[in-house]
């Protein structure tokens, strides 16, 4: 989904969720386990390991993520971000 972010200045940020691919522009990370851990709001917790720069999935990860109506938060053991779904006219 295209999102927008305030940290992301072009204002156009593409958040992939895929069984086997969690990703965005720059890196893309292969989940391991996927645990949902609560249905109201909507939240997973996710292990997947992070491919960094293209050398191989290396990096081990673990990421809360948070759905609501049209926000999706992600939030690591350092920091966090809010992405806002676009509305497409």
Request: charged share 25%; hydrophobic share 35%.
């Amino acid at each position: 989904m295209a999102c927008t972010s305030p940290v992301n200045y072009d204002r156009d940020s593409l958040v992939v969720i895929e069984k086997s691919h969690l990703g965005h522009y720059e890196d893309a990370n292969k989940p391991v386990k996927v645990q949902r851990i609560s249905e109201e709001p909507l939240a997973w917790s996710i292990q997947s390991l992070l491919n960094v720069e293209g050398d191989g999935y290396d990096a081990s990860v673990s990421e809360v993520f948070l759905l609501g109506g049209r926000e999706l938060v992600i939030a690591g053991k350092d920091t966090a971000a809010t992405y806002h779904k676009l509305s497409h006219h």
